[in-house]
């Protein structure tokens, strides 16, 4: 069964290191999602792209935050300034309809 | 907000029995999904629901909406320990938009 995958599983850094956080989205699907949980709390949403092209984003996604498509496989997202407040688990998704989902990038700042 | 309240926060109940789990949301939507996350773990998508749809069921899971009332209940039969997770709602508004979730609830099932 075809999966999204996220890359690394768990990321430890120090307040102010850049981070990137990388997915490879299922091979036909044509929209991408990041998303965030803080530790016990819900699911937030922080982009979307489609068409190489940022189509939605979030609050939470300030200038800090910028994502890629750089070689047509990867999809990634990078915190440029990491902050404590951004400790959290990311969830790549991708869709063709139905959204399938990572199993997440749990991202400590120290 | 698109996303209203998932209820109850926490359920407990023993191996067996049936688990009722509900989710309010606020605004119109396209379709309602359920996910399961074990701690620790990614979403798992357990069944979507489309706006012109009342019921739908997969295994052991029923699902319902009233988009009157603008819920959804999420039922499992006949619970096992492995369905002990946090248990989430999400609508989107159009095909292919952002997913909206819920607060989740947190479902253990005692042996």
């Known amino acids: 069964e075809p999966e999204v995958t996220q890359t690394p599983s768990h990321q430890v850094t120090q307040m102010g290191q850049e981070v990137i956080l990388r997915c490879v989205p299922i091979s036909n699907h044509l929209y991408f999602y990041w998303y965030r949980q803080i530790l016990g709390q819900k699911v937030e949403f922080l982009v979307s792209?489609?068409?190489?092209?940022?189509?939605?984003k979030s609050e939470i996604f300030d200038d800090q935050f910028s994502v890629e498509r750089p070689d047509g496989s990867n999809f990634t997202l990078k915190i440029r300034s990491t902050k404590l407040e951004d400790s959290a688990m990311y969830f790549c998704?991708?869709?063709?309809?139905?959204?399938?989902f990572g199993e997440g990038s749990r991202l400590t700042v120290l | 907000s698109q996303q209203g309240e998932e209820d109850p926060q926490a359920l407990s109940i023993q191996e067996g029995e049936n688990a009722t789990m509900n989710c309010s949301y606020k605004?119109?939507?396209?379709?309602l999904q359920w996910y399961r996350q074990n701690s620790g773990r990614g979403l798992v998508h357990l069944i979507l629901?489309?706006?012109?749809?009342r019921e739908k069921h997969s295994g052991r899971l029923r699902v319902t909406l009233d988009t009157s009332k603008k819920s959804s209940s999420l039922l499992i039969t006949a619970s096992r320990a492995a369905d002990t997770a946090s248990y989430f709602c999400?609508?989107?508004?159009?095909?292919?938009?952002?997913?909206?979730f819920g607060q989740g609830t947190r479902l253990t099932i005692n042996p």
């Open positions: 629901i489309r706006s012109n749809e």
């Open positions: 605004t119109s939507i396209n379709n």
């Open positions: 792209f489609y068409n190489n092209e940022i189509s939605e």
């Open positions: 998704a991708s869709s063709a309809g139905e959204l399938f």
């Open positions: 999400a609508t989107d508004r159009a095909r292919a938009q952002k997913l909206v």
